[in-house]
């Protein structure tokens, strides 16, 4: 982020004085700026999760389609994904500045090798799952590294075995709350989870994602799944590298797709500094401004035409997968699709459902979620 606001403040002439609250997925940032909002003290701009993890904020944003949208060609570049991502009640007030993909599987190739898989053979859930048996009864490598400890990160399991299962416009239909119609998918994801957690590590429940990553890079585990924020884990890991040693497939099923999860910034209408506001704005939109950011972040632009030069050979990839997909979702576990209070009520559903594994209770809770 560093190197992104320098780039700003050396080509505008404008001087960012930067807050950084702690707090999962922006938690604390909505806290300090509806504070703020109130006493009538809005931020130059915020950093938030994109789609309705906004929401509460839209009649205080402004609509810059016409100021910020337009003038950096952003509407024709952006994906339809992040467009979607950036509107509340109709109108653009955000601008998406990266992209991450939720619906990928990463995987030591050795370990396959070990076991006589072979990925390009996994294009089915059941393909998968036998992946895994076959993982555990040929190797001492456990299958399918995961943390449980935090229940995002069982959510985001979940949504990507759930796209697959009940396909986008049932994904869709449970997104807009419609849980009663898609009860079959949903529960068959859960089963899915229960049985997958056999192959899970025997200390799922304490150890941190990055914990769980790093043992695909050790060579303790042969699959990883929590988004591609583990693509910094096992990049970290010296000797051991992309392509050779470790590779990416999407959740199969869901190759079609990029299910999205991004950061935006926002322009608040009562901002003591509407010129500044409106030119960084523009920046998060642009070409370089996206281009210097992912390329060090490991993210991809929302947008369609930055240059590829920059990029590591995963990232190019990815943006070469995106450019070929049908459609890019909004996430649930980052609040793109849901709102912040749905959201919580699902993760607290699933925390529930990793200690007991009953599948009545958590479709209960998932369903009462959106009451």
């Given at each position: 982020?560093?190197?992104?606001?320098?780039?700003?403040?050396?080509?505008?002439?404008?001087?960012?004085?930067?807050?950084?609250?702690?707090?999962q997925g922006g938690a604390n940032v909505r806290t300090i700026v509806r504070q703020r909002l109130l006493n009538e003290n809005a931020p130059g701009s915020w950093q938030g999760l994109g789609g309705l993890d906004q929401i509460e904020f839209a009649t205080a944003l402004k609509d810059i389609e016409s100021d910020v949208w337009e003038p950096e060609g952003a509407k024709e570049a952006y994906y339809e994904g992040a467009q979607e991502a950036a509107q509340l009640d109709g109108e653009y007030k955000q601008v998406p500045t990266n992209l991450h993909r939720i619906n990928s599987l990463y995987y030591n190739t050795n370990i396959l090798d070990e076991a006589g898989v072979d990925p390009d053979s996994i294009s089915t859930i059941d393909d998968l799952t036998a992946a895994f048996d076959q993982i555990a009864s040929e190797t001492d490598a456990t299958p399918f590294a995961k943390s449980i400890s935090e229940p995002w990160t069982m959510l985001a399991t979940w949504e990507s075995l759930f796209l697959s299962i009940a396909g986008l416009e049932k994904f869709r239909q449970f997104t807009d709350g419609d849980v009663a119609s898609v009860e079959s998918e949903v529960r068959e994801t859960f089963e899915l989870i229960q049985q997958y957690s056999e192959h899970f590590p025997n200390d799922a429940n304490s150890i941190a994602w990055p914990e769980a990553a790093a043992r695909v890079g050790n060579g303790d585990a042969a699959f990883y799944h929590n988004g591609d924020f583990a693509v910094g884990v096992l990049l970290g890991i010296d000797g051991f590298e992309f392509g050779d040693d470790w590779n990416w497939m999407t959740v199969p099923g869901t190759e079609d797709y990029f299910l999205n999860v991004m950061d935006t910034f926002v322009y608040p209408k009562n901002t003591p500094t509407p010129e500044a506001t409106q030119a960084y704005c523009r920046w998060c939109a642009s070409v370089e401004g996206q281009e210097i950011l992912n390329s060090i972040k490991g993210s991809i632009p929302p947008r369609s035409d930055v240059p590829q030069d920059e990029f590591s050979g995963y990232q190019v990839e990815q943006m070469e997968s995106i450019a070929d997909t049908e459609a890019q979702p909004l996430t649930i576990t980052f609040t793109h699709a849901v709102n912040p209070d749905v959201s919580s009520s699902l993760k607290e559903a699933m925390g529930t459902f990793t200690s007991n594994q009953n599948v009545d209770e958590a479709y209960t809770g998932f369903r009462d979620a959106f009451e």
């Open positions: 982020m560093a190197q992104f606001l320098s780039g700003f403040e050396d080509g505008s002439g404008i001087s960012v004085s930067e807050e950084t609250p702690s707090g």
